[in-house]
């Protein structure tokens, strides 16, 4: 079944670490996103990529990166240097269509830093 | 820029009761499209309904219905008989029309809803 991956689905990391949440999906879509979830702020963009080797900044993308190699894959890094990296994070992906809107989540990666 | 607002934090119901959770939003845009997802326990988003900002019609599906009104830009979502299963927290979200660059979603910041025996 075509679906969104991430992985893993718990992520415990020390302070001043990077870490890299994976992301990869087979549903051919193109535009890819990264999501935050903090409790009662919603969800947050970070990134986003409308085809390979693309990529734009969202609403809070300081501290962390992203890549766009392959239309399947869109990991995410999570820097030093972003101040409160302890969050839910979802992968979302959409066909590029211009009037299809099904987007498509993962189940998501809590990552916790200790 | 766009904005979601669900004023409504936290909700909490007996079972079998009916519930509306409210959403209003923000947009330049006159082509939009606006989103429910449920997020269980589990925490992923399970898609409910998306509504284009042409279609002012209301829609029922089984005990969900949705009250589309583009005069007060509100999308309210009604669970009628409220059920155990429909505890989770509902977002609310909207999208601008692809304009050659990938469209994102705003999301609200989410109502709780707490169905109780």
């Known amino acids: 079944d075509g679906g969104i991956t991430q992985s893993p689905k718990y992520l415990f990391r020390k302070e001043g670490q990077n870490v890299t949440l994976s992301c990869e999906q087979n549903?051919?879509?193109?535009?890819m996103y990264w999501y935050r979830q903090d409790p009662g702020q919603g969800l947050r963009l970070i990134y986003y990529?409308?085809?390979?080797?693309?990529?734009q900044k969202g609403d809070i993308a300081e501290g962390y990166s992203v890549s766009r190699e392959k239309k399947e894959s869109f990991p995410l890094t999570v820097t030093s240097a972003q101040k409160n990296p302890t969050a839910f994070y979802l992968c979302?992906?959409?066909?590029?269509?211009?009037?299809?809107?099904?987007?498509?989540f993962g189940s998501g990666t809590r990552l916790t830093v200790v | 820029a766009q904005k979601v607002t669900q004023a409504q934090t936290e909700i909490s119901v007996v079972e079998k009761e009916d519930v509306t959770l409210d959403c209003v939003y923000e947009?330049?845009?006159?082509?939009?499209?606006l989103f429910w997802y449920k997020q269980p326990p589990s925490g992923e988003l399970v898609f409910l309904i998306r509504?284009?900002?042409?279609?002012?019609q209301n829609e029922i599906s089984g005990r969900y219905s949705w009250n589309f009104q583009k005069s007060t830009s509100s999308f309210n979502f009604t669970i009628t008989a409220s059920q155990v299963v429909d505890s989770a927290v509902y977002f609310c979200?909207?999208?601008?029309?692809?304009?050659?660059?990938?469209?994102?979603?705003?999301f609200g910041t989410g109502t709780r809803l707490q169905v109780t025996l």
């Open positions: 979302a992906s959409r066909s590029g269509g211009p009037f299809n809107y099904g987007y498509t």
């Open positions: 549903l051919n879509h193109d535009a």
């Open positions: 990529s409308q085809i390979v080797n693309d990529f």
């Open positions: 947009t330049r845009d006159t082509t939009y499209y």
């Open positions: 509504r284009n900002s042409f279609d002012e």
């Open positions: 979200a909207l999208s601008e029309v692809y304009t050659g660059t990938a469209s994102k979603l705003t």
